[in-house]
């Protein structure tokens, strides 16, 4: 068992360029998530994805789309990369019920110049 | 606005000692709480959680207070390890179907065990 599987593990961009991040998990969970973590922040939710087939947002959405491709992954995308976007980004997931404990992949850190 | 702080940035302890770890809240909505381990260059791992209607969760080394009157929960590790040395992150959110999985993330609090 991989768990949550992230790619690229580090990315360096130019402003204006896009790119996709990429997440994957093994554990049949119907729920996934996409996580930002900036200095003295602490992780920010940027989209979930509660089950196959929907997505809704965050709380910090702007300048990011995503795709839940099927149950396994969960595609995070920069249309236009800014500078404001350099974080270490986290993909998670979980069998969303009561109780519920996230699994996050090991992140990507993102530099955007 | 961040609704879950945590106030000291860093704790420094010596190996055998209790590490004390704090979190605050605002919400008054929240009722489930979780803390999570972070080492460099790895994700979140899931250390423990509280439910509100505890005041109290343990878990081998690893116990989790809850007072809900001052919206304060602390984690306490007895004894420390250096193994122990990582970021800590104290999360929390609503128990209810439509905020499952919308955890609100404390900034963290980094953990050094000295020998």
């Known amino acids: 068992n991989a768990g949550v599987t992230q790619t690229p593990k580090f990315q360096v961009l130019k402003t204006g360029q896009s790119m996709t991040l990429q997440c994957a998990q093994d554990?049949?969970?119907?729920?996934m998530y996409w996580y930002r973590q900036d200095p003295g922040m602490g992780l920010r939710l940027i989209y979930y994805?509660?089950?196959?087939?929907?997505?809704d947002k965050g709380e910090v959405p702007n300048g990011y789309n995503v795709s839940r491709l099927n149950k396994r992954e969960f595609s995070l995308r920069l249309e236009s990369a800014a500078p404001s976007q350099t974080s270490v980004y986290f993909c998670?997931?979980?069998?969303?019920?009561?109780?519920?404990?996230?699994?996050f992949g090991p992140g990507t850190r993102l530099l955007v110049l | 606005d961040q609704q879950v702080k945590q106030n000291s940035p860093s704790l420094s302890v010596q190996e055998g000692r209790i590490s004390i770890l704090n979190c605050d809240y605002t919400n008054s909505m929240f009722d489930y709480f979780l803390w999570y381990k972070k080492y460099p260059a790895e994700g979140p791992t899931f250390l423990i959680s509280?439910?509100?209607?505890?005041d109290k969760n343990e878990d081998g080394r690893f116990t989790v207070f809850l007072n809900k009157s001052a919206k304060h929960l602390s984690l306490h590790i007895v004894p420390s390890q250096p193994g122990d040395s990582a970021v800590y992150f104290c999360?929390?959110?609503?128990?209810?179907?439509?905020?499952?999985?919308?955890?609100?993330f404390g900034a963290g609090t980094q953990v050094v065990v000295t020998p």
């Open positions: 998670a997931s979980s069998f969303r019920q009561r109780g519920e404990t996230q699994y």
């Open positions: 509280i439910s509100s209607i505890k």
């Open positions: 994805s509660a089950s196959e087939g929907t997505t």
């Open positions: 554990m049949n969970h119907n729920s």
């Open positions: 999360a929390a959110r609503k128990e209810s179907s439509d905020s499952w999985g919308k955890l609100q």
